[in-house]
């Protein structure tokens, strides 16, 4: 929200550009063809929300420079910024094909908007310096959250200095929050931040590397491997129950919601909890080990023959 509202004041335009299944937190602005809760409810985002406010929410299809290039030429001079989930996690994971965010810099440029990464999920979680980092693309503001605070509310944004300038009391966009800076948070935000070394991340990999195997080699030892798709990325991944490939949110949404349920719940009663929903994403740890790993891939076999209904 107060990403956006700087985004708008720096630009003098009033449209923001998501993406059809990225979810950027509640605000009025982002609940336009949302993805998280409102997809896996099936509740639509505009309820409750003007339609005035609803008007100046314009939406593309994920991994679709042309999708965006054509809503630029039919708003021309109107679109403030690209908010951007950089590598979508709100409608299961989902990552950019190459050249997607490279793309989407250079339409921003082109158009005299600006580019928004979300990375409330990436940021740290891919790599110190979160998406950006990994694909080598500078946005020119990002979005952080509670990872931030080492899992206590927390949010930030931050961006180039001339945008940051502009946020008062250096310049006239308000900004104000009851806990801003809040002792408890920071002080378990740097205590995180201190500990991400090269080693976690190297831990990290192998670990969700692991499990992403182990599960690709239990749906082909059942036949099932052309009815799953497991897209991943460092340590976040997402089984979908759908032949794939899963590259935006129409994709995502013609998986097989009845099978993700009944794997769900067998995977529950196996003793492994993992998001409720087809369109969340599975978060590997540095608690995560061998054993739990090993767990995992026992209960998603017995999950597998339940969701698909095999036999033997």
Request: hydrophobic share 45%.
């Amino acid at each position: 929200m107060s990403a956006v509202r700087l985004a708008r004041a720096a630009t003098g335009r009033d449209l923001v550009l998501k993406f059809s299944g990225c979810y950027h937190g509640h605000a009025d602005s982002f609940l336009v063809s949302a993805g998280s809760g409102l997809a896996t409810l099936g509740i639509p985002g505009s309820p409750g929300v003007p339609a005035s406010l609803a008007e100046r929410t314009v939406t593309a299809r994920y991994n679709d420079l042309d999708s965006v290039a054509r809503l630029f030429a039919a708003h021309p001079r109107e679109i403030a910024v690209i908010a951007v989930e950089p590598v979508a996690a709100n409608m299961g994971v989902v990552l950019p094909k190459p050249g997607f965010l490279a793309g989407l810099q250079e339409i921003a440029r082109r158009n005299g908007a600006l580019l928004l990464f979300d990375e409330v999920i990436t940021g740290f979680r891919l790599a110190k310096g979160g998406a950006q980092e990994l694909y080598g693309i500078r946005p020119d503001l990002t979005c952080l959250g509670k990872i931030l605070g080492g899992g206590l509310p927390v949010g930030a944004y931050g961006g180039r200095a001339d945008l940051m300038a502009q946020v008062a009391p250096d310049g006239p966009v308000y900004q104000a929050g009851t806990l801003s800076g809040n002792p408890l948070a920071m002080a378990a935000g740097k205590a995180m931040l201190d500990s991400l070394t090269p080693s976690v991340y190297a831990k990290l990999e192998k670990t969700a590397a692991d499990l992403e195997r182990g599960m690709r080699r239990v749906a082909e030892d059942l036949g099932v491997a052309d009815r799953v798709t497991i897209n991943r990325i460092g340590s976040i991944l997402t089984p979908f129950f759908a032949a794939g490939p899963i590259e935006n949110f129409d994709d995502a949404k013609g998986c097989d919601l009845d099978a993700f349920r009944r794997w769900f719940h067998a995977m529950r009663r196996e003793g492994v909890f993992v998001a409720p929903a087809q369109f969340e994403a599975m978060f590997v740890s540095t608690m995560h080990g061998p054993r739990e790993i090993a767990a995992t891939l026992k209960a998603h076999r017995a999950a597998l023959r339940e969701a698909f209904a095999l036999s033997g």
